[in-house]
């Protein structure tokens, strides 16, 4: 399954080859692979490749969401073309409860594009998956650019409005079943229990 994030998150068309997202089956867990241009803006974060890094978010980086909408359960992974990697377990909006899980991913640059390749465990998603979003960020100061898969519609926008990638209202109909196969049930996960 495959997507390219064509717009800004507020519905202008971005103004480069779009970055694609790539959802497959892995063992024990999502292939998650994305393949775009590399700005190299903002420069990389002060952490090792293949490492998780707080405040991911700040730099170049690509991001999907993974949303139980009954529930306000959704899973954050984002990913660095520098190597690092950021993954956020949230039950409500903004509320997160749990970050920096370990993850296998590798990303590759030559100059002008990038490509990188994670593992998500099954874990790390809440149960029941039925939305999902995807992002790009990439730039620094005024230039700053925020990309949304499924961005905000032009006619909701408000005066003053401010890129938030937890609009979960404008997250789109998602299922794992469409990747891994109709038969296909979810493991469950300890880290979700107790959650709503």
């Known amino acids: 399954m495959e997507f390219s994030i064509e717009h800004t998150w507020d519905s202008e068309p971005v103004d480069h080859d779009p970055i694609n997202i790539i959802f ?12 775009g241009p590399f700005f190299n803006d903002p420069a990389g974060p002060p952490g090792p490749p293949g490492h998780t890094f707080p405040g991911l978010w700040n730099y170049e980086v690509v991001e999907s969401f993974f949303l139980d909408s009954t529930t306000e359960n959704y899973l954050e992974v984002e990913l660095c073309p520098h190597g690092q990697h950021l993954i956020l377990l949230l ?5 997160v409860f749990l970050q920096q899980l370990p993850m296998e991913f590798s990303a590759t640059t030559d100059g002008k594009k990038w490509k990188g390749e994670a593992l998500v465990p099954w874990a790390y998603f809440p149960p029941n998956v039925n939305k999902m979003n995807s992002y790009a960020i990439h730039g620094s100061g005024e230039n700053r650019t925020y990309e949304a898969l ?6 909701e926008i408000v005066e003053g409005q401010k890129p938030d990638f937890h609009r979960l209202e404008y997250f789109k109909h998602f299922r794992l079943q469409s990747i891994m196969g109709e038969g296909w049930i979810e493991p469950e996960s300890d880290l979700w229990k107790g959650k709503p």
């Open 24 to 35: 497959s089956p892995g063992l024990g867990g999502l292939k998650l692979q994305v393949l």
């Open 91 to 95: 039950s409500g909006v903004h509320k």
């Open 150 to 155: 499924f961005p905000i519609p032009k006619d």
